[in-house]
């Protein structure tokens, strides 16, 4: 704020005043009849200026480019949603207190060999670990698939985890990542990378799997173990 020595304010004089008003005059009539020019409707304001109705609405509109700018936004953050989440409808996660618990049923487990029937792995409570379910041929190409639903709530990071033991010794322990799913009627199915089934001798015998599916959040949805046998042919 400035600072005006005293006895140095001076007042308009009625003429300064009257010409002032004359020349405020002049120009709100140049003013307004720019305004008149430019637009067909025009309407006086509070300030009891004209103005087109355009140039009133002009802030509640995007123009073309900025149109297109915010749609190319959108869909980097609609890729981006689907990268972190998967094609999963990110309505139905809630991250607040009290979330609903979701709940995964593991539908099908089974051991996929080409020129081979699939193996269908009986994971009911009654299924006797110390059985071979199953026999791989040395050398031969195998992958895994399954088949689950979703209930009650999305679930986050859902993971098949598996144990693999020859003799008492550990010989793998696996953890894959398979994604995060929301809710939905529909089976969801997944099929693992297809692997080589080791050679040799030292590879052909009997082998123990215990087989899990867990999420982000710790929960088990199966717990599951099995035997199978690698032998040099399929019989």
Known sequence: MSTV???????PTPKDAAFKSSGETEDAKV???????????????D????RSVDEQDSGLKFSLKEQIEK????GRLKRWKEHLFGRVDVSAIDFGVGKKVPEVKILTLSILSPGRPDVHLPF??????KRSLFTLKEGSQYHTKFSFNVFNSAVSGLKYAYTVWKTGIRVENTKIMIGTFSP???????????ETIPCGLFARGSYFVRTKFVDDEGRCYMDFSYYFEIRKNWQ
């Open 5 to 11: 020595a005293a006895g140095t304010l001076a007042l």
């Open 71 to 74: 749609d190319k936004d959108e």
């Open 184 to 194: 939905r009627q529909e089976p969801y199915t997944h099929e693992l990378e297809e």
């Open 31 to 45: 003013e307004n009849g720019a305004v008149r020019a430019g637009s067909d409707r025009v309407e006086e304001d």
């Open 124 to 129: 009911a409570a009654s299924n006797n670990p």
């Open 47 to 50: 300030d009891g200026k004209l």
